[in-house]
């Protein structure tokens, strides 16, 4: 979607890798095995068997990213320049 030449879609030139970092810093892994029951968040997890699954498994990659704009909307739209989730109280 595009709006006065901006694009508004929120996972733009946000690889699987940066979202996967960011959800995990902010969750961590057991929060993260809980939303989406996928054994590489909950045995032995690490960002490269995640990341290999995800890119192979179209629907689980979907509901990593659903659970990223999910936190995005949560936490008030991050600005783009932000690397790190911070939870606001």
């Known amino acids: 979607m595009e709006i006065s030449g901006r694009i508004t879609d929120p996972l733009h030139g946000k690889t699987l890798e940066t979202i996967l970092n960011e959800l995990v810093a902010h969750y961590g892994w057991p929060y993260l095995g809980e939303c989406v029951r996928i054994n590489c968040f909950n045995i032995d997890p690490s960002i490269k068997s995640s990341l290999k699954f995800l890119r192979r498994t179209p ?4 509901k990593v990213e659903e659970l990223y ?14 690397n ?6």
């Open 59 to 62: 629907w689980a990659r979907a």
């Open 69 to 82: 704009v999910y936190s995005l909307d949560s936490l008030g739209n991050l600005p783009p320049e932000s």
């Open 84 to 89: 790190k989730l911070t939870v606001v109280q």
